[in-house]
């Protein structure tokens, strides 16, 4: 009797071994199927389409008509000019106003963590709206001081893509900060230095991969960036707005590949050098680290301070004359305040905010099950398969939302494959979200299962929990911080991305930013301005949320995550 | 005396750290400031750094007044519990980092350096970074970029905490030597009581920001003066005066004046005598076997006693025993845990 207890004990363990192999091989099977359905194939179509001409041949003509057209030559040559110059500045006031916050004392530091944070909250065309209705022909500057200062083109282009690409730089450089902490500087300070030489010997080293690593970022967002383009580029053309011409303009969509490849070489090479310095920034940390708490200097922190809240005014002005343009009557000869402008005339009014609204709600859920059953999985399989896996699911930051969403439209608008049905829903619209954001949403999970010590896994294991019951009971709860995050940064670029979308909407379903396109395009920019002040509202409401929620979680604390 | 801390007081907010706090260090002393976590003592050794300003009190190095003077200005060593070595230079780098900022000409940097690597035995160490050394390894890089500068005075802030036991047990004999072959007043942080007796010449042990009771190892072991210094440090049993004047009345010949509560006694464990007798007074409750020695917990009228026996005798649990106290081992402290529960 005992005996046969024992068998069958036995036997249940064994079942349940190969119940969690199967479940592993699922929870890494299907993101992984989904990642070689919505991102490898896709790419692999946008190359193949970029060496087939009109009439199905296999050909290099493409490339040689483009590489010998000047207007290409003349996007490239722009977009590295703007790609680099944006990337000087906006590293540079990313450097200081990092610098500021983490190094110097002042008050009012919330005031610019605020500001800093805004331009991620609307599409990047809300910038360049904002600097025209401040400096355009017809903006506030131009108004009351009497110039007649043009903003379209370079300059204009070049501001609105470096308050853009700005809060990355401040996040990026501001966490390489953060790594040197106060205990550094007090030996540094027993030992003799001076603030200077402090900060010449330790701030500035320890920064350097930051700044690097911002540099390279920036210079992503800059070149794939196609709102600003679009809205105050003006003559100025750069990559993506030639390929949005070729596509939309000449209906060329294997010219459009061409440029699209053209545009992903540079950006590649700098995600490519962007992750390997991001490897040799390692830390030593043992115990009793305490956070740098900077002693008010008024040298340094007077002029520092004045800096970076003019940085912020500047960022602050430009989404406020959004706001306050929305409420103005007849802009600019009325300023009197009318919700007219808020009465949208195009076809389809506000539909496009409440379709983009589901649309982000399905790419945040779906894609945070997909990337906590991807870490879940990775956890558990070999490093031989694993690796590989990290690098997969780490590249499609280095695609350029055009080049994604001109790749979705060339495979999922073919007849050839099933895939067909999903053209024109909203879920093709969700998952090309998702896969335009899965590389930070993927590095977001694994740095929660990072944290995830394995001796609760091995604790619960042993004491008779398989796999899936420890995923719900105790892996869940414990990243379920890290996975709220991942839900609302994947909604938040949901709701503003452009230039991944721009390809994929049909006159039937439509999403916010591209009606705010639209809008902006019919000469409706007070329209486009309450459309804009609308959107920033809902996903203002998404990052409060979260905020809210967050600090719910730690004030339960339902794991001491100190250690 | 070379250093001293003269009636320093240090508050946060509504949270005084510090109460009016005297300690003084002697040249060539290795002093200790012992007591349990937020006592007082890293902030008292980061207002002697000048990493804190003090409220109160002053801070003086033989004649100078160093109360106002900046952290850099003091030419004092630090190391800290983490470490914190400079992790963008090399080991030679944050050794002769000190050197450097102080002008030195790069060959006595480097000779200097060279030195300091053979004196912490690390000399293949020069060219690597410090994420590529053990936190023993890292712990004596810091010690060397400490004195590298020939410090007036060295501050070690917990420096052993963060390391193993085994690591922790050679870096203690590490440092205590050069301490005593460079001659450099010394002032250590810790929590750890073994390690002050183990190091120290004098123990400077705080309680709730003051001073409770300074003086040598042996002294703060076999004459502590309250309560608190007799259970922090060591294994004390506790004996209220009105159960030793009921059970051994001889124990009170050393008391000092004053009520019951005032004073309780204090007897080491290594102190009481224990003896198999069928008629003794006493039963044994559990005895552990620790290799070298014994701990025998008994059930005596005194209450629970804790006896510690080095070879001889086994016993067993439930067994009688008989025990002895002599008077002499018998040390009265002042009651501060009651009175300040009271």
């Known amino acids: 009797m005992i005996a046969r207890n024992a068998i069958t004990a036995r036997s249940g363990a064994a079942r349940r071994l190969d119940g969690d192999r199967v479940l592993t091989w699922i929870c890494v099977g299907l993101p992984t199927l989904g990642l070689i359905l919505f991102f490898v194939y896709p790419m692999l179509i946008v190359f193949v389409k970029s060496i087939t001409d009109l009439d199905g041949a296999y050909t290099l003509g493409n490339y040689s008509e483009v590489l010998n057209s000047a207007g290409f030559w003349r996007a490239t040559r722009h977009s590295m000019v703007m790609g680099l110059s944006t990337t000087v500045i906006s590293v540079a006031l990313g450097f200081i106003i990092a610098h500021g916050l983490h190094r110097c004392s002042f008050r009012g530091k919330w005031l610019i963590r605020g500001a800093i944070v805004l331009p991620l909250l609307a599409p990047s065309l809300v910038q360049a709206l904002g600097l025209i209705f401040l400096l355009g022909r017809n903006g506030l500057v131009n108004r009351f001081l009497g110039l007649e200062l043009d903003i379209y083109g370079f300059w204009g282009l070049m501001i609105a893509n470096t308050l853009y690409a700005l809060p990355q730089a401040v996040m990026i450089i501001g966490a390489s900060l953060v790594l040197l902490d106060a205990r550094v500087y007090e030996a540094a300070e027993v030992t003799g230095a001076t603030p200077l030489q402090q900060f010449r010997d330790l701030t500035l080293p320890a920064s350097r991969f930051g700044v690097l690593n911002a540099a390279f970022v920036v210079f992503i967002i800059t070149i794939t960036d196609f709102g600003n383009a679009a809205v105050i580029g003006g003559d100025y053309s750069v990559l993506a707005t030639e390929i949005y011409a070729q596509v939309i303009g000449q209906r060329n969509f294997n010219m459009g590949a061409v440029v699209g490849i053209m545009l992903l070489l540079p950006t590649v090479a700098a995600y490519y050098i962007e992750r390997q310095a991001m490897k040799r920034q390692q830390s030593t940390k043992a115990g009793d680290t305490q956070p740098f708490v900077p002693s008010f200097r008024p040298l340094r922190d007077l002029p520092m301070a004045g800096l970076c809240f003019a940085v912020c005014t500047a960022i602050v002005a430009i989404l406020g004359v959004v706001i306050f343009a929305s409420f103005v009557h007849l802009w600019p000869y009325n300023y009197s305040l009318s919700l007219r402008h808020y009465d949208i005339t195009l076809a389809g009014g506000y539909s496009s905010l409440w379709i983009t609204i589901v649309i982000s709600v399905m790419a945040a859920t779906g894609g945070t099950l997909a990337v906590f059953l991807l870490g879940l999985g990775m956890r558990r399989i070999a490093d031989r398969v694993a690796g590989p896996l990290q690098v997969l699911a780490a590249m499609p930051a280095a695609v350029p939302g055009m080049v994604l969403g001109l790749a979705y439209i060339l495979t999922f608008n073919s007849t050839a494959t099933p895939l067909y049905l999903l053209y024109g829903t909203a879920a093709l619209i969700a998952i090309v979200n998702f896969y335009h954001y899965h590389t930070q949403a993927f590095l977001t999970t694994m740095t929660g299962f990072r944290q995830l010590p394995g001796a609760y896994e091995e604790a619960a294991s042993s004491l008779g929990a398989g796999m899936g019951r420890i995923a719900i009971n105790v892996i869940a709860p414990f990243i379920a911080p890290m996975l709220i995050s991942v839900f609302f940064f994947i909604f938040m670029r949901s709701m503003v991305t452009l230039s991944a979308v721009v390809f994929l909407t049909t006159p039937q379903l439509n999403v916010a930013a591209v009606t705010i396109m639209r809008l902006d395009d019919a000469g409706l920019t007070s329209q486009a301005a309450a459309f804009s002040t609308c959107l920033m509202a809902v996903v203002m409401a998404a990052l409060l949320g979260m905020k809210g929620i967050l600090a719910y979680y730690r004030r339960r604390k339902p794991f001491d995550t100190a250690g | ?342």
């Not at chain 2, 070379?2 to 002393?29: P, Q």
């Not at chain 2, 006592?39 to 990493?51: D, E, H, N, S, V």
């Not at chain 2, 006693?305 to 067994?319: I, K, W």
């Open chain 2, 1 to 342: 005396m070379y250093l001293t801390a003269r009636n320093v007081t240090k508050k946060f907010g509504g949270f005084t750290a510090l109460d009016n706090v005297s300690i003084s260090i002697a040249s060539g002393e290795f002093v200790c400031l012992l007591g349990p976590s937020g006592c007082g003592k890293t902030t008292l050794l980061r207002l002697i750094a000048g990493l804190a300003e003090l409220d109160e009190g002053a801070i003086r190095l033989e004649e100078e007044d160093l109360s106002r003077t900046p952290a850099r200005k003091r030419g004092f060593g630090i190391v800290f519990q983490s470490y914190s070595l400079f992790p963008n230079m090399t080991i030679a780098e944050n050794i002769g980092y000190g050197l450097k900022i102080r002008n030195t000409p790069a060959a006595d940097i480097a000779a200097r350096v060279a030195e300091l690597l053979e004196l912490i035995k690390l000399p293949q160490a020069a060219d690597k970074f410090p994420g590529q050394l053990s936190g023993g390894q890292q712990q004596r890089i810091a010690l060397a970029r400490a004195i590298a500068v020939e410090p007036r005075v060295l501050l070690l802030d917990e420096p052993l905490s963060a390391l193993d036991a085994k690591v922790r047990g050679e870096l203690r004999s590490e440092i205590s030597h050069l301490q005593r072959q460079l001659g450099i007043p010394t002032l250590m942080v810790t929590h750890d009581q073994e390690e002050a007796l183990a190091l120290a010449d004098k123990i400077i042990c705080m309680n709730q920001g003051t001073v409770v009771q300074t003086g040598s190892p042996e002294d703060l072991y076999n004459r502590p003066a309250t309560r608190f210094v007799a259970d922090f440090i060591g294994t004390s049993n506790l004996i209220e005066t009105a159960r030793a004047r009921e059970v051994q009345p001889d124990l009170l010949e050393t008391r000092p004046e004053g009520a019951d509560a005032a004073y309780v006694a204090c007897i080491r464990p290594e102190h009481i005598i224990l003896r198999p007798d069928t008629n003794g007074r006493a039963t044994v409750r559990s005895v552990i076997f620790l290799g070298n020695m014994c701990r025998v917990e008994v059930d005596d009228p005194l209450g629970l006693l804790t006896v510690e026996t080095h070879g001889g005798e086994s016993y067993r649990e439930g067994e009688t025993v008989d025990l002895s106290i002599p008077r002499e081992m018998c040390t009265w402290v002042a009651d501060d845990v009651s009175e300040a529960a009271s």
